[in-house]
């Protein structure tokens, strides 16, 4: 009489099965509540060449000018949505743009507020399915954070940096970190760049959005950036806060409304992006996000507007000069905190940004 086949015991076919349906959950818990945005093929002039010295004014013009070009080339190729959508980026002439590029899905580089001035300056980083076609949101969160920002420290500014082509929301790229490594190394050269564009001494803080946080966790930051606000985020594709490359203060949020609280904090097979910042094991300070939803966080009158421009202006008591980095070590209302040596007493962590 034959035997039948018995199974394996020694676990490796389980755990194989495991991280196949945890990879898979992850997946589906990150592309199915929301859909993608389109960015058409559409014909764009090069970007304007600029001097490193290039002054603020001359910057502004030239980007200006080829925002111009870029929309008459689209009208010209019969592209009219998109020629509406750059027409509307102009802003009546007045937009200032540190860079612009018209091309694919496009990347533009936008100043609110006089950066000249300003001593406390904002970086928006943004999640997936920002371009060209969808900047007037990326922007109207700029503009509200930059209005609550001057009313209370008219030196102020807000720079809305989509530096980097973002993932598609229903794509496999958006559950790995090679969109996210591409960006931190252009966001990275950017931000010395920006600061000394900026008044003398001035505090830079990234505030960065879905997966923006990932990239925002795998840029090397220098002294210039005293904090970075991670909000709506999957993960950051690291452990900790400690293991994140920035002497930074680092902040996590999340609005009670947000789908993202459903993603698996998981990494299996080089997907997904590991431990949950909001959660006080991964030892980022917590903010107030309120009950909005994932694209909430900078609408006007909101708690997560507030507590993210306290950040940037350091007005939390975590956030006085030379408070340093902290720690939550936090009750699940994230009331408590811990302080941490100050900044110039630590090394900054070093961590790989091989792709995963």
């Not at 199915?32 to 014909?43: E, R």
């Not at 080829?66 to 002439?93: C, P, Q, T, V, Y």
């Not at 990932?214 to 400690?242: I, N």
Request: glycine share 12%; with cysteine; charged share 20%.
């Amino acid at each position: 009489m034959s035997r039948r086949p018995t199974a394996r015991t020694d676990g490796r076919t389980g755990g194989r099965l495991r991280r196949t349906l945890l990879a898979g959950l992850v997946a589906a818990a990150v592309v199915f509540p929301v859909s993608a945005a389109a960015s058409p093929d559409v014909p764009a002039p090069a970007p304007a060449v600029l001097g490193e010295g290039a002054a603020l004014p001359d910057r502004y013009a030239a980007n200006l000018a080829n925002l111009d070009e870029a929309a008459r080339s689209a009208e010209d190729a019969g592209r009219g949505g998109r020629a509406a959508k750059l027409r509307a980026m102009e802003a009546g002439g007045s937009a200032r743009f540190l860079v612009f590029d018209g091309r694919g899905k496009g990347r533009a580089i936008e100043a609110f507020g006089d950066l000249e001035t300003a001593d406390r300056v904002a970086v928006l980083v943004p999640g997936s399915d920002t371009t060209l076609d969808t900047y007037q949101r990326f922007r109207a969160g700029a503009v509200a954070l930059q209005q609550r920002l001057r009313d209370e420290h008219p030196r102020s500014a807000v720079v809305a940096w989509l530096g980097y082509d973002t993932p598609g929301t229903v794509s496999p790229t958006v559950l790995t970190t090679g969109r996210a490594d591409d960006a931190a190394a252009e966001l990275g050269a950017f931000l010395p760049r920006l600061a000394r564009l900026a008044a003398p001494e001035a505090h830079l803080s990234l505030l960065c959005h879905s997966y923006g946080s990932v990239v925002c966790a795998r840029t090397g930051s220098g002294s210039e950036v005293t904090d970075m606000a991670l909000f709506g985020s999957p993960g950051t594709g690291a452990g900790s806060a400690a293991q994140l490359p920035t002497r930074a203060r680092v902040w996590a949020g999340r609005g009670d409304a947000d789908w993202i609280s459903g993603v698996p904090h998981l990494r299996v097979l080089g997907v997904g992006f590991g431990t949950d910042p909001v959660d006080p094991a991964f030892g980022a300070l917590p903010f107030a996000a309120g009950s909005g939803g994932h694209s909430d966080y900078l609408k006007p009158g909101t708690a997560s507007l507030n507590s993210l421009a306290g950040i940037v202006l350091g007005d939390s008591p975590a956030a006085q000069p030379g408070a340093g980095p902290v720690s939550a070590s936090a009750s699940p209302s994230g009331s408590s905190v811990t302080a941490l040596p100050a900044p110039s007493a630590v090394a900054a962590p070093e961590v790989s940004h091989a792709r995963a």
